[in-house]
């Protein structure tokens, strides 16, 4: 398989990274692997995509670090990406926001261009433009899923947590816990604040807070609609906040610790799991606190490594070798 992996920058990688780890998972297995950044990609005169692409090869003995490495240290090749058998976009449209707003968009458009040329493109690219909005969780059924009121009008959120109580408030677009706020009811001293803050980032999504939410919340992979299992243990954690921070992002401190899979999860799967899969939603986390779904994390998913962290397992094998099979059958 001839697999391109898209990233925001390939300066900017990280060997702890999942997309190193699936990265290295697909080269071990003899498939021909490359990085391409938003920046690399040109659409020349013989009306095809061509990338100033970096291959990565596995070497006996590579650690992630070392893999990662001799990968930024070739020198960029040009590689037809309508060449490509898959694509797997791993960047974040949300990283992009405030420095290079031009970027953000570049792995749906570039994903959809290689997708009616015959290339496996996953996440689905058209999916994906609309799954990197918070607004997509509203596409399933409530039962799973916090009331919710997205936004630009500071009234109207006003008025949300006068109906609802207390409520989280956050960016439509956005992750790694920017911007996430607490209210407590529609008295809160600092809510023109917050939502002038909030509003910067452009819509605002109100949710109703979900109890259980103080105590973190659990992210749970799916792979095409499916949990992952691999050695007896899912692919899924809990991330418990860091002091009275309400956000469980590692990336704001938060702490991991192992999911036991029970009933309730298995039902919110068996909800989501059909129509995740049939809007090519090929590798997702979810969120979850309680019986509810708070978000569903679609663009570059993380926390992969903490999955081999608690578990000592390494599920990147199986999203290639799915991977492989949707590709080339």
Known sequence: ????????????????????????????RSHQVWYVGAGDVEFDTSQQLVARARRAEFEDG??????????????????VMDSLDALFLRNEEATEMQERPWAGPLGTVFGQMLAARGVTVVNDPVTLSRATSKLYLEEFPQEIRPRSLVTRDAEAIKRFVADVGKSVVKP??????RN?????????????????????????????FVDGGEEGDSRIFLLDGKLIEV????????????????????????RMKPLEIGAREKDIVDTMGPKLAADGLFFVGIDVVGNKVLEINADSPGGIQSIEWLYKTDICPVVIEALQERACG
């Open 231 to 254: 050695d007896g243990a899912y692919a899924a954690f809990r991330r418990v906040s860091h002091g009275n921070d309400p956000r469980a992002n590692i990336s704001k401190g938060g």
């Open 180 to 208: 996430v706020f607490v209210v407590e009811d529609e008295n809160e001293t600092n809510l023109a604040q917050i939502t002038e803050a909030v509003f910067a980032d452009g819509y605002a999504i109100a949710q109703e």
């Open 62 to 79: 590579d650690t992630l670090e070392t893999f990662l490495t001799r990968m930024k240290e070739r020198d960029a090749e040009r590689m």
């Open 172 to 177: 439509l677009y956005g992750g790694k816990g």
């Open 1 to 28: 398989m001839k697999l391109a992996f898209f990233v925001n920058e390939i300066a900017v990688e990280h060997p702890e990274m999942g997309t190193t780890r699936l990265a290295r998972a697909a080269a071990q």
